[in-house]
């Protein structure tokens, strides 16, 4: 292997003088050099073909026990200076401190690619956990983040996913039954890991030496076509970082994706979808659905809330830099464009899924009237969208039986709820006279916003439960069938298919936890 890594992160940021490995506050250093630890027994699960390629590793190279070495952190390269990253957050609405990449161990940049293994030993900042990572949870990352890319959504990725060959002890729903888990290393993969709890940590601390140097750099190194940092440049970087966060949570709403945790040390400056943790899929149309059961109570990071959470992490994040600007008002006006480019822009998506071209002020009647009968019996949002391409303009009264498949209950669908979605149909018919696409056109259109295939709760789990036994076929077969998910792909009908019963109140399909 010939690898051209940098380390341009730690050499252009402060680090943290000490450099025992021991659990601590860290103060005035944007990270802390730390070593992985050594594995018993790692081996490799999967390579992502495209993360492979863009880090430029031939297919040789990924064969090779220096390639698993390198990927699970037991060989650290002579040119690289593993570190973990120093961050704060607000979890679940409370400022919780300092957090830091308590089990993420960042490797350098490749080809400008900074490149991380989570779950490859304890840092300065994991606190009373353990460093590790289990098979269940790195296979929902790996999986997901890359079907998260091709769906079009913008998101950190994934080389590789290594098994340790060590044991990890979880506690899975934090009812005092902890069991051995099979550990292992998922090698992600991002232009950058900043959150908005590495500026929250500094301006929390007071210290505006560092904030001013890290948010320049950040300016220098990922948003230099904004021009040399200064107060203005501050103000643009804010901008484009609210812009970047409400278009990924857009489309986190357009392909039903719940990410579960949404603290602010979850949040990517870069406005990735980042830490894959207790996330799920849409299978009910239901804004007030989360797969997180640590947010039961009250459901903060519900599907329908994300938006709004989205902008509650940026105030945090306005606040942070408040200091290098000093003044309220700009900040206040880049917050409140939020609000109104998340109206335009939330209708256009949904206009658009429903394969309108153009904007008539009927418009939030009809989506609104949709969003109800979706959520009046439990409707499977992705088979609903994609069959939906199917409507004949010229044949409202047929709607219903179109999209059947869709309907967790088809027996629900009758009396006043049968009439209301006849309404509907109608109503859509009738609005789609005004547009010039035929019925061929708007299918082909909609089948680029809709996706046929993502990644359903169930079906990380039936790769999760073979995988566990030694059998990565569906691994494979996710991994492949993900990478399309717009494309019709007749053999694989069978994953076009509303959850199955079994599935609806398992562990890990509809109820995950934080513990992972
Ligand atoms: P999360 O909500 O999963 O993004 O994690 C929140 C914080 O807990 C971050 O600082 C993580 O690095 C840390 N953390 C989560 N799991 C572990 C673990 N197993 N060992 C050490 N730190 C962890
Ligand atoms: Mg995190």
């Not at 797969?291 to 903060?300: A, E, F, G």
């Not at 044949?395 to 009396?415: D, M, N, R």
Request: charged share 20%; glycine share 6%.
């Amino acid at each position: 292997m010939n690898l051209n890594l940098t380390n341009h992160f730690t050499q252009n940021l402060p680090g943290d003088a000490n450099l025992e490995n021991s659990r601590r506050q860290v103060m005035e250093a944007a990270y802390s050099f730390v070593t992985p630890i050594q594995t018993a027994n790692p081996s490799l699960v999967h390579v992502s073909e495209e993360m492979r390629t863009a880090l430029g590793f031939s297919e040789e190279d990924i064969a090779s026990k220096d390639f698993l070495q390198f990927v699970t952190g037991n060989r650290v390269l002579e040119s690289s200076k593993p570190y973990a990253m120093c961050y704060a957050g607000h979890q679940f609405g409370h400022w919780a401190g300092q957090l830091g990449d308590g089990r993420a161990i960042n490797l350098g940049e490749i080809n400008n690619w900074a490149i991380q293994l989570k779950g490859a030993g304890p840092t300065p900042y994991s606190r009373s956990a353990d460093g590790l990572a289990v098979l269940r949870s790195s296979i929902r990352e790996y999986l997901c983040s890359e079907a998260m890319h091709h769906l079009g959504v913008p998101t950190t990725r994934a080389l590789s996913l290594s098994l340790t060959g060590d044991q990890v002890m979880r506690d899975m729903l934090y009812d005092g039954n902890p069991e051995y888990e099979k550990g292992a290393v998922v090698s992600r993969v991002a232009k950058s890991f900043l959150r908005f709890g590495n500026y929250e940590i500094f301006a929390a601390r007071n210290d505006l030496k560092n904030l001013k140097i890290l948010l320049d750099y950040t300016i220098n190194t990922h948003f230099s076509h904004l021009g040399k940092p200064h107060k203005e440049t501050y103000l643009k970087f804010f901008q484009e970082v609210v812009n970047r966060t409400l278009e990924m949570i857009i489309h986190w709403q357009r392909v039903g994706f719940v990410h579960g945790v949404m603290n602010t040390d979850n949040m990517s400056i870069l406005g990735l979808t980042i830490d894959y943790g207790p996330y799920g899929w849409l299978e009910g149309f239901e804004f007030g659905w989360t797969p997180n059961t640590t947010d039961r109570q009250n459901k903060r990071y519900r599907y329908g809330n994300q938006p709004n959470i989205g902008l509650w992490n940026l105030y945090q994040l306005a606040n942070a830099l408040y200091p290098l600007i000093e003044e309220t008002e700009p900040l206040e006006t880049i917050l409140e464009s939020y609000k109104t480019n998340y109206e335009v822009q939330s209708q256009n998506m949904m206009r658009s899924k429903l394969g309108l071209s153009t904007q008539q002020e009927g418009d939030l009647d009809l989506i609104m009237a949709l969003e109800n009968n979706l959520q009046a019996s439990e409707t499977d949002m992705t088979i609903f969208f994609r069959k939906l391409s199917e409507f004949q303009k010229e044949h409202p009264s047929e709607g219903i039986t179109l999209v059947q498949q869709a309907f967790y209950e088809p027996k629900a669908i009758q009396g006043k709820l049968q009439d209301q979605w006849n309404q509907w149909f109608s109503d859509y018919a009738q609005r789609l006279k005004d547009e010039a696409l035929s019925n061929d056109q708007r299918k082909e259109q909609m089948n680029k916003i809709n996706p046929k295939y993502v990644l359903r709760n169930y079906m990380a789990q039936l790769a999760i439960d073979k995988a566990d036994k030694g059998d990565y076929t569906l691994i494979e077969e996710f991994y492949q069938l993900l990478k399309k998910p717009y494309d019709e792909q007749p053999n694989s009908e069978q994953w076009f298919a509303k959850r199955p019963e079994w599935a609806r109140h398992k562990v890990g399909c509809s109820m995950l936890s934080c513990s992972s």
